[in-house]
């Protein structure tokens, strides 16, 4: 039985000390903080996956180094296990203890605890694919990551500068590589290929989308994009805004996905751009969210969210179920989170199952596994729709009796292709937008029109202790601290529409308030006096209390 590499583990580890005042959560979204605190963080992940690897069997697990669309300064890792999925929820937890571990012996008894508690067998081959966004601080904590994998003899793949949604999908191939189930060619070239050639499949004999408008974000998600752009050709012009990822400070710099959505308006660099009427979409950091909007004739802005996005391509999806005469067989649904808009979930429940789940990634991935398609979005634009085996195997054993049938069959198999299956994909989620348009010849505007969003706030409070805010019934209840569900429960009634919901955030150290209302100043109001009621429950100091907080 080999045992651990302890000396090179421990030479290596000495050159990546942990900063001793720090704590390192492995949250919703991997580690996230301050890129310049993250040197040890990234050699000791670089070690954990190749352990999670050995623990496989030696399938290889993914490493992405991003921080999405958080501002440039901040950075962070994420595993990505065989199948292209986050993280299995129980090594999280190994994650943050490796992570914490105040010295090398530490660090290096933790390791091997881990070991005989995961009953790794070392003897395994250790595998890794990597890859990073375009963040400043991202090639020095490549290189404490590669330390990791050196430390550990772990056989390593370099994947570059790339999109979370490619590095998934490059896990996913490599893993399924010479298989039946094979994902496509484990290259970037596979990646285009595979969304371009389905995209043009799906919009045959249909008209040409008019120009879309892409916000890039500044960052990785110019370079997906202007690939991509190739590969497409003629078929959906495209037109690339925010492209600029070497100027210092632009990354999600009043653009990207996350600005559209919090601040509910359009980029300011995007104002001279957009003819009335046109489409656009902004990606964020990492390109995996992805949201829509337009203006109108009058210039008034109208965003289209991930709710819009679950909804319109929901229906198509049933649509040609439907058609193919499968119906039967297969079961669509839709999985939301508590930060789904009250007017979306009501149209969407009139029409198909629909789940609520806690926030992050992993949980509606897995609600949405439980359906035959299940389409999963999060408010913010980050979702995806999953073929479950058994469906995709429907769809290539079934014989269509008629013409009709036969062509609803060919679009749902194409849909597999073009939609990635193992995370949220801004470019990929783009096309299928586009080829829904296409395909019922809507614009942004009959699109924004299958229902109206009611007005809603999101806050961030920052509280002494956001560990001390604990949910039930997918974060929609309070039952820490004590008493202040009640409360908020009494605010709420008093609106008209009324809802809201108090959750520690898993990616920054503050506490979310949502809230909605038919009116938006009731919506504004709301959040801002349960935004209160927490601040003033948690601790926070009187004489820092913002105003806003009626
Ligand atoms: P937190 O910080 O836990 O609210 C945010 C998003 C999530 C998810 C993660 C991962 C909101 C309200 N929250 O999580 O939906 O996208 O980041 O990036 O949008
Ligand atoms: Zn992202």
Known sequence: ???????AIQVLADAHPKPSHLYFQYGTAGFRTLGSTLDSVLFRVGILAGLRSKRLDGRTIGVMVTASHNPEQDNGVKLVDPRGEMLEASWEVHATALANAPSTDAFIEAVSALVQSARIDLSKPARVVYARDTRPSGPALISALED????????????????TPILHYLVKAINTKGTNESYGDDSEDGYYTKLSASFKKLIAGKAT???????????????AAKNLQ?????????????TDTTSRGKLNDSCG????KTMQRLPPNLVDVMKPGQ??????????????YYLDERGQ??????????????????????????????KVGVVQTAYANGASTKYLEERLPVKCVSTGVKHLHHAAEHYSIGVYFEANGHGTVLFSPATQEILTKHEPSTPAQSTALNHLINLTQLINQTVGDALSDMLLVEVVLAHKSYS??????????????LVKVVVGDRNAFKTEDAERRLVNPPGLQEKIHELVRRYEGGRSFVRPSGTEDVVRVYAEAVLRAQADELAFRVAGLVYDEAGGDPAKRPKEFI
């Open 279 to 292: 489409r656009a979409c902004s990606l964020d950091g990492d390109a995996d969210r992805l949201m829509y």
């Open 230 to 242: 190739a590969y497409l050709g003629t078929s959906i012009p495209l037109v690339l805004e925010n």
């Open 257 to 260: 996905a996350d600005y559209v």
């Open 301 to 330: 802005f109208h965003m289209l969210d991930g709710d819009k996005i679950a909804a319109l391509v929901a229906a198509f999806i049933v649509e040609q179920v439907k058609l193919a005469g499968l119906e039967s067989e297969i």
């Open 148 to 163: 990791g994998f050196k430390a550990l003899g772990v056989e390593a793949r370099d994947a570059g500068v790339t999109t």
């Open 1 to 7: 039985m080999p045992e651990l590499p302890v000396r």
């Open 209 to 223: 989308p008019d120009t879309v408008v892409i916000d890039c974000a500044n960052g990785v998600g110019a370079i």
């Open 444 to 457: 942004g505007v009959e699109w924004n029109s299958l229902y109206a969003d009611l007005p809603n706030r």
